[in-house]
């Protein structure tokens, strides 16, 4: 079954900043997260299909594992053994890892090659980073103290063929 791009991205004001923290902790190297969260189906109640509402409710935090070690100023990986015990609580708790995140300690929150080539989409990825000079983009709220800017990126399945690019989406912060 193909995924659909979401519609809407709502984060919670606490889990917005339990993910600025838990990514700026690992600086100067990226630090890394799982989303956990939920999608619920979108609709109008008239059977006319609109885009899905993905709600990240919590944040995994994980040990940036790249090898060699040096490289982690720029790359991250994240070890498997805890993305199954995300997935298993997450299921326990009766939501679903929905994406990953990532800082890039000193570049744009844009996706990198290497992010790009090293995702499995579908997914979402936020990308916490350094906005770039001359960028006219409103910053989120956290961004205007701190000098940094998280993006918001939707990743398609690669195999399907004539699969468009990545691109960004807006999000929305909730209380």
Do not use: Y
């Amino acid at each position: 079954m193909k995924q659909r791009t979401p519609g809407e991205i709502r984060i919670g004001r606490q889990v917005l900043t339990v993910l600025h923290r838990v990514l700026a902790v690992a600086m100067p190297q990226e630090g890394c997260a799982l989303l956990l969260g939920e999608r619920r189906e979108g609709g109008d109640g008239a059977g006319n299909r609109q885009g899905d509402l993905w709600r990240l409710l919590r944040i995994w935090p994980c040990r940036n594992v790249w090898q060699p070690a040096r490289e982690r100023t720029r790359r991250f990986a994240i070890d498997p053994r805890e993305q199954l015990l995300a997935q298993k609580w997450a299921r326990n708790h009766g939501l679903l890892v929905i994406g990953t995140a990532h800082s890039h300690p000193s570049s744009a929150p844009v996706p990198s090659a290497t992010d790009l080539a090293l995702a499995f989409g579908p997914t979402l990825m936020l990308i916490l980073g350094v906005p770039a000079p001359g960028d006219r983009r409103v910053p989120d709220e956290k961004a205007a103290c701190s000098g940094v800017e998280l993006g918001c990126w939707w990743l398609p399945d690669p195999s399907h063929a004539g699969s468009p690019d990545p691109h960004q989406l807006a999000w929305t912060m909730e209380d």
